[in-house]
């Protein structure tokens, strides 16, 4: 989808202003309220999208990146929503949605039946990778455009801004890119005077649950996460408190400052699925710690964790584990503290120490701008040609950001491990072909007369004259002319919008490919970690 389609999403926003309103819930310490009356929110929530691998991933399971946005759909929500009260739901979780379709019949119906909604921010060709992970301007601008397509309903319970990206020591540096969104997209909500709404992500259940938990909930408020989601899939049948590991999680979380709950449950490798973790998610020892949790999932599909099976006539019929998840939820009552008398002590996590099991450091990429973009495009002499497909923009980048070529590719990299980002890096990806274009020609002409045309590139690059507006110089001042600066005074627009050029980044799975980065098919900042190697190499050859 293109960025520049986000516009039409306003026109939607109307539509939620006249949508009846549901009591907010709003979030002290590490706890859920109803805002009118204080008393505690615990989640009872369905994962709710269909034709879409949840469960760790965030690719559609035919592997593809369409998807069915679930709450554009009215006449599912009219079938689906008596069901979802039959389980006592209160909360449904969606994975993607397309801001540019109208929700607004979906939202009254779920409004209307007491149920919040909760959805992630990406899609499946719009999400941070987590083997070549990039923050920038496409993202940024369908992120904001899911917040601008929700915000305005009271239902809206909050944001995803990452699930299971992060999930291996040797790819904790994605977190980084993840974190950013997080302090952007609260900033946003904040500049567009929504009410406050939370911004969270969602975590498996890995060797790096501590250190990840640790790091979006370390630093200053602004940076850090709202709530924590956690997906665990560890009580499986006639399993216990202690067997599951439940005991140890929630020892392990009674210190967290912030909500957490399960953001997916609900192991199947016994079914019909017993659901007995039910009493112990909404008992007296996990209620201090956990605001409840997100079953996996409403609609049956191959991965077969269905409470509800979709027909060819469109009818939905309940399955075995329907019965079960509601005769268990039907057993609990979990009470808490009213918000006037619940005094928060607990304190942000210390970050986690750097080490060969965590890599990801505390300094943060640039907030994406488009309008710091154009600028420095608007100052260069050499440009990439518009139209470009992706595979040319590889393998230009391929060639010019090789150390061999010569420094080119310092203002567009993103090192993850160090903190260092080139004021660039957030750009779309034919911005930053322009601009390693353009460094590769000054450096030419300026130390290889031979080459009599060094702005061509088979045809793909061409002259212009630079035409830097005056709003533009402090931000082209401040990049500097290597890019390696950090802009502060960047130009007033709107942070992620429409540039033209390759934008795209893709989703979070480990198996997807990556379109539209510099660097021999992986990301900015794997080129980052390239280009040093290759000249520790190069440095290596010189002394031999």
Not at 67 to 91: E, H, S
Not at 534 to 539: E, P, Q, R
Request: aromatic fraction near 10%; include cysteine.
């Amino acid at each position: 989808m293109k960025s520049n389609s986000y516009a039409l999403a306003a026109a939607t926003l109307f539509a939620a202003s006249t949508v009846a309103q549901l009591d907010p819930i709003v979030i002290k310490g590490s706890k859920f309220f109803y805002k009118t009356n204080g008393t505690e929110f615990f989640m009872k929530g369905v994962a709710y999208q269909q034709e879409f691998a949840g469960n760790g991933s965030t690719t559609t399971t035919s592997g593809g990146t369409e998807y069915k946005d679930p709450l554009a759909n009215a006449t599912a929500c009219a079938r689906d929503i008596p069901l979802l009260q039959q389980l006592q739901t209160n909360t449904i979780r969606t994975y993607a949605i397309d801001p540019t379709q109208d929700h607004s019949e979906c939202m009254r119906m779920l409004t209307d039946a007491g149920i919040y909604v909760i959805s992630d921010l990406s899609e499946p060709a719009n999400s941070i990778n987590r083997d070549t992970p990039e923050w920038n301007a496409a993202l940024y601008a369908r992120y904001t455009a899911v917040v601008d397509s929700l915000a305005n309903y009271t239902n809206t319970l909050g944001f995803f801004a990452g699930n299971e990206v992060s999930n291996a020591p040797n790819n904790t540096v994605a977190s980084t890119f993840v974190k950013a969104a997080v302090r952007d997209i609260k900033a946003y909500i904040v500049q567009k005077q929504y009410r406050p709404i939370g911004v969270g992500y969602a975590s498996n259940d890995d060797e790096t649950r501590t250190e990840l938990a640790n790091y979006f909930n370390c630093g200053p408020t602004e940076d850090s996460i709202d709530f924590w989601g956690y997906n665990i899939y560890s009580w499986c049948g006639q399993s216990s408190y202690v067997e599951s590991k439940y005991e140890a999680r929630t020892e392990e979380f009674s210190s967290y400052n912030v909500p957490a709950f399960f953001a997916e449950y609900g192991c199947n490798k016994v079914e019909p699925r017993p659901f007995d973790e039910v009493q112990a998610l909404f008992g007296v020892n996990m209620t201090k710690v956990w605001s409840g949790g997100i079953v996996y999932m409403y609609f049956q599909e191959p991965n077969d964790y269905g409470l509800v099976s979709i027909g060819s006539d469109n009818k939905a019929t309940k399955l075995p584990d329907f019965t079960s998840l509601s005769s268990q939820l039907a057993k609990v009552t979990p009470t808490g503290p009213v918000a006037a008398s619940y005094s928060p002590s607990n304190s942000p996590q210390a970050c986690p120490t750097l080490d060969s099991s965590w890599e990801a450091v505390t300094q943060l990429p640039p907030t994406p701008n488009t309008a710091s973009c154009d600028c420095m495009v608007s100052n260069l002499t050499c440009v990439a040609r518009a139209g470009l497909s992706d595979d040319d923009i590889q393998i230009q980048f391929d060639y010019i950001c090789d150390p061999r070529q010569g420094n080119n590719c310092g203002g567009i990299l993103a090192n993850a491990s160090t903190g260092s980002y080139g004021a660039w890096s957030m750009c779309n990806a034919t911005q930053r072909l322009s601009w390693a274009f353009n460094q590769y020609y000054l450096n030419q002409t300026a130390t290889n007369t031979r080459n009599a045309n060094p702005c061509d590139f088979s045809g793909q690059a061409q002259k212009v004259s630079p035409k830097p507006a005056n709003s533009c110089k402090a931000a082209i001042s401040q990049a500097g002319a290597a890019g390696t600066g950090s802009v502060s005074d960047a130009p007033t627009a709107t942070a992620g919008g429409g540039s033209s050029g390759s934008g795209r980044t893709s989703s979070s799975s480990a198996a997807a490919g990556f379109v539209g980065a510099p660097a021999f098919d992986f990301g900015i900042l794997k080129l980052a970690a390239y280009i040093t190697s290759a000249m520790m190499v190069g440095a290596g050859m010189m002394l031999l």
